[in-house]
């Protein structure tokens, strides 16, 4: 169970930011998935750079949006450095803020955010398989991270380990992200073409193999510690 203030602090800022994209926009998956609207509503404020990690925040917790494109759009809107700095702030609250939530209501929560499917096919390795697999799972391209969050949350691991898994293991996607960013903007588009080739042959292979990555890995034995 998770000590009461940091459960406060969390609810406290998962209110503020839904509260907020629920007043936005009715459709927040319709909202996320239009670079136009996210930019012209992280415009529409004085201190912008609040509300995109704001919007990066919101983005892992309602873990069915897409990330990719607010990740795009902090490159655009800050450039590489800034880019990459605001969307860790944002992915590393929300990751945090997922995981203390289902820690904190168990499994039942994490059921209605995770499909059924989803949570069989990881908690195996976020019991048995320790924090280097799930580290493993957080930087191969194509795997779940928002769901991951949650399924971490009703593991044994504790808070601070998942904290460093989990802002690590996101952390060369997101500049990734915040550099083709920046490299549309500034209309580079040979820089844009080479990422974008690199990262669709890593996303596609991730993608169609990743099911045989984990059978490869529950195939093999856990390590057992032996006393001297």
């Not at 944002?90 to 820690?103: C, D, P």
């Not at 697999?133 to 808070?159: E, N, R």
Request: with cysteine; aromatic share 14%; charged share 15%.
């Amino acid at each position: 169970m998770t000590d009461r203030p940091a459960f406060r602090i969390a609810i406290l800022l998962l209110l503020v930011v839904l509260g907020a994209g629920l007043f936005i926009h009715y459709d927040l998956y319709s909202f996320f998935a239009d670079k136009n609207k996210v930019i012209a509503f992280i415009h529409s404020y004085p201190h912008d750079e609040i509300v995109f990690i704001s919007l990066q925040i919101m983005q892992v917790v309602a873990a069915p949006i897409p990330g990719e494109i607010t990740g795009l759009i902090g490159g655009y809107l800050y450039g590489p450095v800034l880019g990459t700095l605001y969307s860790t702030v944002g992915l590393t609250v929300g990751s945090w803020l997922a995981f203390i939530l289902a820690r904190y209501f168990g499994l039942s929560l994490v059921e209605k955010v995770v499909k059924p499917e989803t949570i069989q096919k990881y908690d195996y390795f976020m019991e048995h398989r320790g924090a280097f697999v799930s580290f493993l799972l957080f930087l191969i391209p194509g795997f779940p991270k928002d769901y991951l969050c949650y399924i971490m949350g009703v593991s044994h691991m504790k808070t601070w380990t998942f904290m460093v898994i989990s802002t690590v293991g996101r952390f060369f996607g997101t500049m990734l992200l915040s550099v083709s960013g920046s490299c549309a903007r500034n209309n580079q588009i040979t820089v844009l073409v080479i990422i974008a080739v690199v990262s669709g042959i890593f996303v596609i292979v991730a993608y169609f193999y990743r099911d045989k990555w984990l059978d490869m890995l529950k195939s093999k034995k856990p390590e057992v510690k032996t006393e001297d």
